[in-house]
Nanobody
């Protein structure tokens, strides 16, 4: 089992930026990478971005590609999500989770508490 702790959320204005962090502990080596997901009010949780541990290959949900950048620090078992040009529709609770392999869009472990991002217009 992997434990996940997200941080970095907050209230920002349209067009501003935020950087989220996710610290993973436990058997992260069982999985090919990490992903960021989000759940907006009244909606189901959706995939946002993923990255492989080994080579750092990223993949994104289409609507965030070009605005969000996922990165990782293997030494710290930490994954980041740099979110730029934020829009009101990016408002959600953001979660991280393990993913099986490159291109995967499903979380594999128990979910953490997430971190709330609110984009105000």
């Amino acid at each position: 089992q992997v434990q996940l702790v997200e941080s970095g959320g907050g209230l920002v204005q349209v067009g501003e930026s935020l950087r989220l962090s996710c610290v993973a502990s436990g058997r992260t080596s069982n999985y090919g990478g990490m992903g960021w997901f989000r759940q907006a009010p009244g909606k189901t949780r959706e995939f946002v971005a993923g990255i492989t541990w080994a080579l750092g290959n990223p993949w994104y949900k289409a609507s965030v590609s070009g605005r969000f950048i996922i990165s990782r620090d293997n030494a710290k078992n930490t994954v980041y999500l740099q979110m730029n040009s934020l829009k009101p529709e990016d408002t959600a609770v953001y979660y991280c989770n393990t993913v099986r392999t490159v291109g995967s869009r499903e979380g594999m472990d128990y979910w953490g508490k997430g971190t709330l991002v609110t984009v105000s217009s």
